[in-house]
Every structure is written in C-alpha cells, then in structure tokens.
C-alpha cells in the first residue's frame, strides 16, 4: 500500500513536499523562547501530514477495493459453466458431466470415443491454464509470455526438442490411440469455442489467448513427465565436479555402498531373468536450468498383497508417487461409466487415459525405479574448426538449427542449437553443465552432450496407457507394458481374479565399458551404448511365492540381474518401514493400508539416534534435547518438537560434516544425506575434524556443536525457544501457484498453509527444505496421490489428491480438497448418485 501511495498524485504527494518546508523554517527561528512555539507548529504540521495521509491511504485502499472487486466479479464470470446443457460439435452422442460437493468429477457416456472427448471438455474446464502451460514448457515459449528471464529454460527445451519428438512419435502410434488423442483434442477445443467471459487470469499473464490443441501436445506431457523422472544426469554433473576435487576414498564416503541385506524389490537369484548371463563384472564405482516445479523429481511407494495376505481373500493395492506439491496439481480424478465398464482414478491434464487406476478388472500404481537411462558425453571441438568435433575416425560437423525464441511485445532471440552424434549439446544452455565444464575441462575446448533413452524416434508410449485402461488380465497387462519407452516406470498390478505382479518397463541402455557414473569422452568411442535390455529381461514379477511386492524407489534387482541398471539406488529407508509395518500382521485390510500410506515414523532416525545421542553437549538447554530425542519413537509429527529438533540437528551435522571438506563444492551436497553420515560416524572419524580450528574434534564434539547450533538456527526461525515450537510451525504444505507464485502479494493469497507429518524418509512422503533458510523445512513435495485398490470390491477403493480440482484462483474448487489430504481422509469414486451438486449435459450438434 505504501508503494501505490507514494506514487500517487495527491494529497499524499502533497505532504510529503511540505516536510522539507518545516525544516527550513524551524532552522529560521530563534532557539530561546520560541522553542515551544516551533515544536507545536512541527506537531500542527505533522498532524496535518498524518491526517491527510491517512486520507488518501483510505481513499486509495477503497479504490483499488472496488478495483480488486471489480476484477474479481469480472474474472468469477469466466468460471466454466458446470450444469444445463450446452451444445457441442464432436459428440456421436450425449454426455452427463455429474460433479459432487467437492467439485470431482463422473462421467457418463455412450462410448470411448465420446468419454476421450469430455474427459478433454472438463480437462479445460477446470485445468485450461495448466494445459497452457504445459504447452509452453515444452515447446520452449515461456519468454514469450514472462521475458528474458525463462530464456535459459527455452533454450534448453528447444535443445531438446521434446515437442519435435512428439509431433514425430504421432505416426507411429495405434491408430486406436491417435482416434483418442483426437477426441481429447476435440473436447478441449470445443470448451474453447462455447466459452464465454473472460479466460482465467493466468492468460493475461501469457498475454495471450489459448490455441486449438492438438494431438501431438498431448504426447507432450509424458516427454515432460521423462525429463522430470530422469535424474542421472544431474547426478553425473554432480559426481563428476566432486571428482575433481575427492579422492576415489573420499567419494565412497560421500556414497557409501548400500548394505548387502538393504530392502529389494526382486532377491534371490530372480524370477525373471536366469535364461541369461552377465554382459559384464558388476561396476566397481558408485554413484538448474529446470524451473522450480520441475526440480523435484519423482518419488512414490507401491506395494500389492495377494490375497493370502488380505481379510478380503483378494489382493489390494496401494500406490501413492510422491511429486512437488503445486496448485494446481498434476492429478485429476475422474470416474468415467459406461456401457462396457467403468473406469476410476486419475487423469492428468493433456492425457486422455487414466494414467493410474482401476477397470473393473485390473488397478496398477506406479513408482520411479531410479534407473540410469541418461549419459553425459564430452565432445572436444575441433582445435581447427570450432564447427566440428572430434571422434575416433575423424572430425565431423555439429548438427545446427537456428530458431527465434520470442520475448514477447514483437522482440526476438536469434538461437542456433547444436547436436553431435550422441545428442543435443546441453553446455549450450544450461549453467549446470557450464560449471561442470569449468571443473573437468578448465582449459576448454569441449561440450557436454546428451545421450537419453526419451530422445529415441517412434516413441509409443501413449499405445502403453490405451492399452493399460482396456487390459483384463497379466497378458492384457504385459502388452501394454510393451509399447512404453519412456519414462521408465515400475508398474504394479493386481487383478480380479487374484493375480498380483508388477512389471518395469521403458528402455533402458547396455553400457559399452562405462557405468554412467561420469560423463565419458566421446572422441575415444564409436558408441556409448551396445544396444537396450531386452523387454522381456526387464524386470518382473507374478505372483511371488510370498505375496507380497514392495517398491519405494529403493534397489530394485539384487546382484544376479545381468544387467547393470542404475550405479547407485536411493535410501531404503521408506521401504523398509512398509515391510517393517506388513509384517507385523499375517492379513490386513483397507483401513491398515490407508494406515501405512500416512504413516510418518522414521527407520531412518531410528538408525542414526543411537549415534547421535552419544554427542558431548554442555548447557542444560543441549542437554535437555538430548533426553527428549533419547525419549522420541522416531514420528514425524507435525504436534512434535523432537522431530523439528532432530531435523534441524541433521542439517547442521551435514553441514558441519560436509561444508567443512567440500568448500565451494558443497553446494553439490546440500541435502540430507542421511546414510553418508552415519558411515562418517560408523567407519570415518576423520571426517568429524572441523578444519578451520586448531584442535582435532571427536565425532561425538561435532555433534554437540551440531545440536547446539540446530537449537540456535530453531530459535533464530521460529522466534520461540525450541520447547515451544513444533515440527509442524515450520513444516507446512503451501501448494503455490503455478503461475502466480511468482507475482507479489497474489501468489501468497493463493497458497495454503497446512501443518504436515513425515519428511523425506518417511512413508508418508513430506521432503522439507534443507538449504534455503527463509523457507527451511517447508514441505515442497510429496504424495500428489493416495489410492488403494480393493479386488474384492473396486467401488471399495480410496483416493486422495491435493490440493483440488480446479486451476482457476477463484473457483471453489481450488483447494477442495487440501484439508482432508491433510487430514488423511480418502473419498470412493463412486459416482454422486442422482443428486449431484452439478450436472451438465453435453449435446452434440445436429
């Protein structure tokens, strides 16, 4: 407010010109006498000043309320119109678009094509700015909307090509799938000609109205999905800088091998695959140009229990990916009837399948197997041609193309984009690889480019979620599982007749003498990979003798899979707990499953605890939290002060451990690290010397300079002593726009502010800000979906998104239902009944 009034030209201006005039005259007056007189005409005039001030504030703060208001009512008239009947080409027949209290969706239609084409109807009622989005992201045009500012991210895309890759996959699919893309298509642009009102208020920061979609920007969002899911190549960057800089033991340290008995998803000598041998000795080593929505790369838990194991004698599911908690979310749940069947869970904006789910025969979930499908190459320019690089026989020329990357109001950047024989030159765009560049190459003459399974012509990965929402059995099922390329997924499985399985499909590449731990020279090999694991060696299961599978991106094959697919596996530490959980049971029910998918005690702190509570403290307030933490089960609670404690402790020892060894690395080691720690604390003592002081420091004095600085960093933050501070007053769920986030005052009105359990490790997802102390320990990224599947009964199943179903600031819709994710309360998609809160017939044109 006080920025609109000292630019306003009125009274307030006004006043604020006359201060100096005060000044002068006091400096006229005599010091005697006349002090009293001269301090009364300085309060007459500073009270003036005030009231007018205050006026103008008042009468500024009414305009732009009437303003705002007029904006709102305005902008509320744009809302999509959710009951009546509306008119509409495409349709071979009518629809219901039923809506209950909370705003999700049912959708009853004649046939599949019909059902495709509403389900884009509602996709673009409810989601249209997020379509848009997703439009722009790939296809590189987010400066033309925000300026300069997102040029390094359109570069990259365009480097990229996701959206070429798209438009070019489009012939090779089903022509079953191109008839469903076109009728998704239809359906959002039919919502785009009925529309009437303003478009939501996202567009007038695109400064643009909508376009007709098209097919191809479908396929667009499982491209974006792969870049998300992909992570190796920010790993590879990262061990490659470190490299420079740590000794082959010191990295160990760094990335200390997973325990022989750690939790895998296939043991033994596997079920799969022993038709084949090795293709070589398992490996030795070991393992920001994104915007932020993308910087959190995909987590989740999947488990299925065979019947044997449930009161119900069939199998249930539970399946919940852990992603960064936007607003608008990804998911968008959806039941869809017909007169062949009925399908129920989610959709996303831009799919016109259910990507997870249930049939009425088969449900499957999903999880990110951290599987290594991306390599980094160094290409050396040609010292005598800079146009050319260099290979084993010869030098030959970049790939060019020259693009317009537009800025917005007619202005335009001139980019020519580089490609080698391995892939785009990603050192072109991003300052990542730049750096990385500057750490292994420091006299210069290279590139990094990218080697990607994504990036493979003839992507059919589209036929793979067609098929997976008609499949009826494993075979069904183990065909769709055929045509998905990328990203790679595991995939759960449970049917009907109590069968249960799980499959990990998507390319995945042989390595020829490298492990992709590291970028590689490209000018000493011909080719970087032989070839692609065979899909029927990838990994699978059905019906294990043990009926039980479990998945949380921990290991997923033991030391007989013949193929090396990933250097290094994430923390099994949520794995752990649900196994931990599942076996304390010989059967379990919905209401326990739902259960496990909240629960938020940590195996990780209990692991670590033990060693940490042997820390030197001094002081009864480091003392104190040492009996406290002594005292805690490990529980995430959001009503806690241990788990704040603990988690502040984590960090200061990470940075206390780390920050110390890695200088101006140690930005490439900012995270939790839980499992380096306690290998330092385990086998690694040295680590624990601090070396900006003259004494040698024991682990167990480190650690007590770690507590004392964690209580001081809570107290710092929370303005409270630590005692009177909770987990839950600094981990909080906000769910920021998408878009307005990034404007003043209106992104802060559109984010909630939800006290959350669980962390990083826990399975109850909840991965808290480490680094960045004006947000420390915000929850950014977490379950985005709770389901569990019941094959008795799949009405029976449960649900659960955040934040809501619609993307427009102002529906009421938004947020429905942020809380009850919160709160750990799930919803059937059964349908409203006959008396939903809305109901909106489609009717085609005659």
Known sequence: MVLFALAWPGPTCQVLAEFPKVGQVSQRQEKSSEQGSKRGEFGRVLLMALRRTTYSLLGLAAILLIIGGGLVLWSRGGL???????????????????????????????????????????????????????????????????????????????????????????????????????????????YLEQHEGPWPPEF??????????????????????????????????????????????????????????????????????????????????????????????????????????????????????????TSPGIWYPVRIEMPGGVLAGVSSPGV???????????????????????????????????????????????????????????EFEKVTLRRTRFGPVISDTTTSSVATLDRVAPDGGEVLSLAWTALQEADTSADALLLLNQARNWDDFVGAMSRLKAPQQNIFF??????????????????????????????????????????????????????????????????????????????????????????????????????????????????????????????????????????WDGTMAADAAEPLLFSAWLRQINLALFADELGELADDFHHWNARAILHVLREAPAWCDLQDTPTVESCNELLGIALNSAIQLIEARG???????????????????????????VGGLLSEELATDGDFYTVSRGTPVFADKGRLFEHVHGASLRAVYDLSDLDNSRFMVAPGISGHPLSRYRHSLAEDWRDGVYTKLVGPGESPTHRLRLLPVD
């Open 80 to 190: 999509p119109t959710l009951d009546g009947e509306a008119q509409v080409s495409g349709l071979t027949a009518p629809v219901e678009i039923l809506r209950d209290d909370r705003g999700i969706v049912t959708i009853r239609a004649a046939n599949p094509t019909d059902a495709r084409f509403a389900l884009g109807y509602v996709h673009a009622q409810d989601r249209l700015g997020q379509l848009e989005m997703l439009r722009r992201v790939v296809e590189g045009r987010l400066a033309e909307a925000v300026g300069r500012r997102a040029l390094p991210f359109d570069k990259l895309m365009l480097s990229l090509d996701l959206a070429g890759q798209a438009e070019r996959s489009l012939p090779a699919l089903l022509p079953e799938t191109q008839d469903a893309l076109d009728a998704y298509a239809r359906g959002i642009n039919a």
């Open 204 to 325: 007038y920061i695109f400064g643009a109205d909508p376009e007709p979609w098209r097919p191809a920007a479908s396929l667009m969002w499982g491209k974006l999905k792969a870049l998300q899911l992909s992570t190796n190549w920010n790993q590879e960057e990262r061990y490659a800088r470190l490299a420079t800089a740590l000794s082959p033991e010191q990295l160990q340290v760094l990335f200390p091998d997973l325990p022989a008995d750690s939790a895998t998803t296939l043991t033994g000598v596997g079920r799969a695959w022993r038709e084949s041998g090795r293709t070589g000795d398992p490996a030795e080593t070991w393992l920001a140009a994104l915007p932020e929505e993308l910087r959190n790369p995909g987590a989740s838990n999947a488990w299925v229990l065979s019947g044997d194991k449930t009161d119900s004698g069939k199998p249930v599911l539970a399946s919940d990916p852990h992603l960064g908690l």
């Open 352 to 410: 016109p399948f259910l990507v997870m789910g249930h049939n009425g025969h088969i449900a499957w979930g999903m999880t990110t197997p951290y599987t290594d499908t991306q390599d980094l190459v160094r290409e050396k320019i040609d010292p005598e041609d800079p146009e050319r690089y260099l290979t084993p026989s010869g030098s030959e020329p970049f790939e060019t193309r020259t693009v317009r990357i537009p800025l917005g109001d007619d």
């Open 494 to 631: 449970a049917d009907v007749d109590g069968n249960i399985g799980f499959y990990t499909p998507g390319l995945s590449p042989i390595r020829e003498g490298h492990d992709g731990l590291v970028p590689v020279e490209g000018w000493t090999r011909e080719r970087i990979w032989s070839g692609f694991v065979p899909f029927e060696k990838m990994p699978h299961a059905l019906n294990p003798a043990d009926g039980l599978l479990v998945n949380a991106n921990n290991r997923l094959v033991g030391p007989d899979y013949p193929y090396e697919l990933a250097a290094q596996w994430p923390p099994p530490h949520r794995a752990e707990r649900i196994l931990e959980a599942l076996a304390q049971d010989s059967r379990h029910g919905m209401d326990g499953m739902m259960a496990l998918q909240l629960d938020a005690r940590s195996s990780m702190a209990r692991e670590l605890l033990p060693y940490l509570l042997d820390a030197r403290v001094e002081g009864a307030e480091a003392e104190e939290a040492l009996r406290r933490l002594a005292d």
């Open 719 to 745: 303005g409270d002593g630590w005692q009177d501070l909770t987990w839950g007053d600094f981990h909080k769920a906000r769910f920021p726009h998408q878009v307005f986030r990034h404007v003043p005052l």
